[in-house]
């Protein structure tokens, strides 16, 4: 079109420049182009002052515009070609923009135009093409990149799945790789692309075991390959390749072209050794832990049997209730002995060692087979404390260790109990359902001084009475005081008299829904 009227009078632009006259007329060129399925705008001129153009304005644009950010048909619409894209300025476009308004003459071209979106610079090339009419410049553009674009996306994919790709050329030996294969193997791109087999030098002795033999028949008889081996990179780090190889084959079935896939499985190598590992450690804790069970088991069986439950000893009838706190160790810091002694008479034990676990447990069996010992060569019981109070002070594997311990001994002759203390709780005394704590003679818990002082008292048991030794774990709660918590076990040991056993529905009573804190160890005597 060499043939073009000047524009007529112009009027007001939205920035505040004038726009060519013939804006009525957009409406029937927006039908136009709503027609088309490429790119497509009217482009009307901005003046100046001096009736030259300034910029050029999208007056009506293509429903399926798409310009470089991304911007679609009517986003187009009413924006300045030079605020938009302001890299046009002076480019070869947009001379051929001006002197196709000026000239009449159409203008081709390509545009290579770098714009940056989100901080990132997007460099694209174009083929526009603008023909002058009267309203202005009706402009096409298709996109020349896109396959620029999608090799992009694969070089992404590949480098965030550390994958690359390689073909082979057999017919022509001529090889090319991505550049993540670069990376894969440790190998400068200036050095470019080797074939498999050279690849190949780099795994350790055992990994190219076999790798002849299944090259051989990939490129002989176009068998596929798929193995992972290992990689060792020229300053020694060690990779975890698979290697996937397919051929493909001519009319005579003969390859002539490798299509490889390399995949970096050194990440997931190494978690599957950590996995690995961690399983074993699992297993050996798992050992350790039965290992622990049996020996708590024989410990128990040995120290402090508890498989009956109810004792009869010289009249009485006593009820046993031992739960250890610590979870996987039926034993702990507290302990009992129900025991008949060589001259008739019962000996009864409650004892606390303090702490849990093998430690605390060791400590117990000491006192309990030496005060169990003593008892039997008939040492009077607050002699006995004297010297258990002397092995733990002098106990150089056990430093610092402290118990608690009530211990009586009942002669069947007399009904009367004789007992003694070391720092423990009283015994509850229960006669015609009144209960009563005994007095406690003077004694200080094993194992605080040298020089302790340890005296016993005496009680006369009534047929009917009952007689409660227990440790502070089956009345303790955080914070309440030991009067309080006293008071209640005083109250709630009535309650439960002639249930059986008598212990299971004291302790479920005491301890609650919140469980136990601490072990319990308790002795329920009746005569």
Known sequence: MTDRNRPVKPGPSADGGSTAAGTAQEPVVQDVLDASLGSMALLEPVLGAHDEVVDFRFAAVSPHAVDIAGRCGAELLGRSVLETYPGVAGSELWHGYLSAYATGVRYEGELNYQEVAAG?????????????????????????????????????????????????????????????????????????????????????????????????????????????????????????VRVVAEAQTDAHGDPVE????????????????????????????????????????????????????????????????????????????????????????????????????LDAVATMALLRFTAKGMAITGTPLPEILHRLNTLLLHASDRPYSTATMIMACYRPETSRLTWVQAGHLPPLLVRQGEARYLPPPAGILLGATDTPRYEESTVDLLPGDELLLYTDGLIENPGEPLDTALARLASAVPEHQGELPFLDGLVRALVGPAGRRDDICALHVRR
């Not at 050992?287 to 049996?294: M, Q, T, V, Y």
């Not at 049997?305 to 160790?329: F, K, N, T, W």
């Open 120 to 240: 990132i610079p997007r460099l694209s090339r174009f083929k526009v093409r603008a023909v002058p009419t009267r309203q202005g410049l009706v402009v096409s553009w298709a996109r020349l990149d896109t396959h620029e674009r999608k090799q992009r996306r694969q070089a992404l994919i590949q480098r965030l799945g550390k994958t690359g790709w390689m073909d082979h050329d057999l017919v022509r030996d001529e090889i090319t790789w991505s550049q993540e294969v670069y990376a894969i193997f440790g190998r400068a791109r200036s050095l470019g692309p080797v074939a498999l087999h050279d690849l190949f030098v780099q795994a350790p002795a055992d990994d190219r075991e076999g790798l002849e033999v299944e090259l051989l028949q990939l490129v002989g008889r176009g068998e596929r390959m798929d193995r992972t081996v290992r990689i060792v990179l020229p300053g020694g780090e060690v990779r975890h």
């Open 258 to 357: 490798l299509q490889v896939l390399f995949q970096d499985l050194t990440a997931a190598k190494q978690y599957e050794q950590q996995l690995l590992e961690h399983q074993e450690t699992v297993l050996a804790h798992q050992g350790l832990l039965a290992a622990e069970r049996d020996l708590a088991a024989r410990l128990q069986n040995t120290l402090l049997p508890v498989s009956q439950r109810v004792l009869h000893l010289a009249g009485l009838v006593i009820d046993v209730a031992y739960q250890p706190v610590q979870e996987g160790l039926n034993l702990g810091g507290d302990w009992y002995s129900a025991v008949e002694l060589p001259d008739g008479s019962v000996l009864l034990v409650v004892g606390d060692v303090a702490g849990h676990g």
